[in-house]
Each structure stands twice: as structure tokens, then as C-alpha cells.
């Protein structure tokens, strides 16, 4: 009775329905019964939930004609799981909703001027509020034209929509695969690229120095400003730039220019074509400073001027002051100009008269040099070689020296009968005496 009383005396709006107790009542008792019967530790379960996927490039997406770059795709996990629920009879779920399973990434070419060089990448499981990144190997067209692209990229994936548990030991999973598409924007950057629509040389051989004259086109999509074009050594080439720049200024696209110059050839060179590396500095449509790529041309290259004696050995004996005379032969690939001989007379020998001016020696012509040489009465018979080499100018005008040769000379001794004075003497009574008698019978005969 004093509950009833108290409980019809308590203030308007501070009293509770009959409902809400026996609830109460309730969820306390289903409480402790299932504590009772599982005594397990408290699991979560989601009711609703799923991965919400993006992508983009990370760093910059611009990329030159002809280049090759990697790209870093980044896919973000943006997914949330909705409703959870926590109760102790609940099973702890091995998969969340919001986790994209087995992610695998592809990227395609699509429209743009490129080719891609990686295969799909498998990235794993992606959580939610995660993200992952994989890099693509991209190689851009060398003619790729400037502008925006899009890049098809693919995402495949699966996720766990729905988990039903059985008693308080079994639970069966449910997954749905899922197939989405992004595109990720490219841009092919203007730029200005050379094509060497010809080039014609002078006076390449080894060991000396040329010219090459450069027709070079623009064929990029960029105007160069304060334009410079180059040529230079291309790694370990004989081919060695002596004046390698030209200033042109102003390039614009599709323009043909000329270009001249000067180049040495290193002696070591052999008769082949070797290669050079064209290029040009300029100034880009942003204001900064950049290169071309390098266009590498093929030059042929003669074979160096060179010299050989084909004279036979020169013969002199012990005492005795004579002309030698030696054939000096072109066996190069080149004009010599103002060829002048010399040889080093150097005991037992001398010279007053060591050097023979030959004037201009063209491939495969010879000329013949003479020396005059006195050797020693004491000096050794037999066969010397004396040194020689030949001064010459090339077509340019520079001042060379061939390689060391040899000059054959052969000291003998005099025949001895000729010099002998009796000899002498009977040989030139038998001649006057054969000159009286046809003298004397011609005489008869008138």
C-alpha cells in the first residue's frame, strides 16, 4: 500500500510507464543469461558497409614526347562500415565490409600516344581509410602530340557484404567481386624537336680537319626562342667537335636551318663512318631553359694521309759522295700540299742536302726525292736504314708530319777490276786499237 501511495503522489511528468520497467527488467535478465551461457569476451558486427575506391597520380603528370616515365598510382580507401553491433555472442569477423579484397590494378593507354610497359599489379587487401600506391612504367610516343589524355586504369576487387553466423562457433561468409574504372589525366607537354634532314662533309679524314654542313628541321610542336644548335662527341668517338655551336635564335616549328662546322678527326680513326650527336639548347614557351633530344647522325671518315718509299735500296761505296734518288708515294686518302722529304744522315753518313721539296702529292701519286749522301772510307758494308718523313699541309691549311720511314742504302765495295789502273789501261788500248782497225779498213774499202 505504500508503494501504491507514494507512487500516485510523486509530481506530473517525473513518473515511468509499466512498459519501460518490464523492458528494462528483460534486457537485464537476457543479459545475464547469456552471460552465464557464453562467457566469451564482447565481438563487433557490421551491419552495412562497403569500399569506396579512388585513384590519382602522385607527383606531376606531365611528361615529354619520347620520354619514359614512371608513373605512381595511388588508389585511396574511403569506404566506412555504417551500423556496428557488440555483443559477446558475436564471432569476430575475419573481413571488415569496407575492405577491398584481392585488389588488382591495371592501367591501360587508351586514346593518348603512349604505350604502357608494366602488366596489372596485384596490391592486396586495401582497409578502409588506407591507401596503397603501385608505379607504371609509361614510354610517351617521340612524336606524341602536345595536350590532355586520360589514362583507363581498372580496379578488380572483391568484399564481403554478408556474414551469418550459425550457433556460437560457425559463421559463413558471402563476398561479391566488383570491377570499376577511373580515368587518370596526363598531359604531353609542346616540345621542340630536331630532325637532320642531311648532312654534307669536307675534307674528314684521320688525323686531320673537316667541315660539316647540318640541314636541320623542326618537327616538334614547340617554338624555340634564343635557339642554339650543337653537335657533339658521341662517347668515344674519333669525331671530336672544334667549333660546335651555332646560334640561330628564333626556331619555329616545321623551319629548316643550315648549319656549318668545323670538326677534327683523331689519327687513330680507320675508314669507316662514325657517329656524332646533334642537338639544341633553347628557350621553351614557360621561359625555362631546356634541351632536345639528341638526334645521332652517321659521318664517313677517309683514311688518314699517308706516305710510303717505294724506291729499291740505294747503293754507295766507303769514301765515296753520291745522288740518291727515293720514291715517295701518297698511300693515304687525302691530298697533301706543300710535301717536302727529308732524311737524317747520321754516321757513317752525311748530308749538305737533306731535304727535296715534292709540291702536291694526290692519293696514289708518287714523286722522287734526291739526296745527295757521302759515307766514311771506314764505314761497315752492308745495308743501312736511314730515317725520313715527309712535312706537309692538309686542305685546311694545318701544318702535319707524316710517320717515321726507312731509306734503304747499301754500302759495297767498288768492283775490283774497275779499279784497277792496269785494267784500266789494257781496256783503253783495246778500244783505241779496235777504233785504228775500223779506221784502217774503211780506208781500203774507199
Known amino acids: 500500500m505504500n508503494v501504491i501511495q507514494n507512487k500516485t503522489n510523486m509530481p506530473t511528468g517525473t513518473s515511468r510507464p509499466n512498459w519501460h520497467i518490464s523492458l528494462l527488467l528483460s534486457l537485464i535478465v537476457l543479459s545475464c543469461a547469456m552471460l552465464i551461457i557464453s562467457p566469451a569476451q564482447a565481438a563487433d558486427k557490421y551491419m552495412a558497409g ?102 583507363p586504369l581498372n580496379l ?51 688525323g686531320t680537319e673537316g667541315y660539316i654542313t647540318l640541314t636541320v628541321k623542326n618537327v616538334g610542336h614547340e617554338n624555340g626562342n634564343n635557339s642554339i644548335i650543337k653537335i657533339v662527341r658521341n662517347d668515344q668517338s674519333p669525331v671530336l667537335p672544334v667549333s660546335g655551336s651555332m646560334y640561330i635564335g628564333n626556331f619555329a616549328v616545321n623551319q629548316v636551318v643550315s648549319s656549318r662546322f668545323k670538326v677534327s678527326i683523331s689519327s687513330d680513326a680507320e675508314e669507316q663512318t662514325y657517329p656524332l650527336d646533334v642537338l639544341v639548347n633553347y628557350d621553351n614557351s614557360e621561359g625555362d631553359h631546356v634541351t632536345s633530344d639528341v638526334e645521332t647522325i652517321g659521318l664517313p671518315v677517309g683514311k688518314k694521309i699517308d706516305f710510303n718509299i717505294t724506291s729499291a735500296p740505294g747503293v754507295i761505296s766507303p769514301g765515296q759522295k753520291k745522288v740518291i734518288n727515293v720514291l715517295y708515294a701518297n698511300t693515304g686518302g687525302a691530298t697533301a ?97 779496235t777504233g785504228y782497225l775500223v779506221y784502217r779498213q774503211r780506208t781500203k774499202q774507199h
Open 50 to 151: 562497403s569500399p569506396a575506391l579512388s585513384a590519382y597520380i602522385s607527383g606531376t603528370n606531365e611528361i615529354n614526347p619520347g620520354d619514359t616515365v614512371q608513373l605512381n598510382v595511388v588508389i585511396e580507401n574511403k569506404g566506412v562500415n555504417e551500423f556496428k553491433f557488440v555483443q559477446s555472442s558475436i564471432i569476430e569477423r575475419d573481413d571488415l565490409p569496407n575492405t577491398a579484397k584481392f585488389l588488382t590494378v591495371s592501367l591501360a593507354s587508351g586514346n593518348a600516344p603512349v604505350t604502357i610497359q608494366s602488366d596489372p599489379q596485384m596490391v592486396g587487401d586495401l582497409k578502409g581509410s588506407s591507401t596503397a600506391s603501385c608505379v607504371f612504367t609509361v614510354k610517351v610516343d617521340p612524336d606524341a602530340a602536345q595536350g590532355s589524355y586520360n589514362l
Open 337 to 433: 700540299y706543300n710535301v717536302q722529304a727529308r732524311i737524317s744522315a747520321v754516321d757513317p753518313f752525311t748530308s749538305n742536302d737533306d731535304t727535296a721539296f715534292l709540291g702536291t702529292l694526290a692519293p696514289g701519286e708518287t714523286r722522287e726525292a734526291a739526296f745527295e749522301i757521302s759515307v766514311d772510307k771506314s764505314a761497315t758494308v752492308k745495308e743501312y736504314a736511314l730515317d725520313s718523313e715527309i712535312r706537309y699541309r692538309d686542305a685546311l691549311d694545318n701544318s702535319l708530319i707524316s710517320d717515321p720511314m726507312k731509306v734503304r742504302i747499301v754500302v759495297e765495295q767498288e768492283n775490283s777490276l774497275l779499279g784497277n789502273p792496269f785494267v784500266l789501261a789494257v781496256i783503253a788500248a783495246a778500244v783505241i786499237l
Open 156 to 206: 578488380n576487387y572483391s568484399y564481403m557484404y554478408e556474414a551469418d553466423q550459425y550457433g556460437f562457433d560457425t559463421i559463413q561468409y558471402y563476398y561479391k567481386d566488383r570491377n570499376e574504372s577511373y580515368s587518370l589525366p596526363i598531359k604531353i607537354k609542346p616540345e621542340l624537336k630536331i630532325q637532320v634532314l642531311s648532312s654534307e662533309t669536307e675534307h674528314l679524314n684521320a
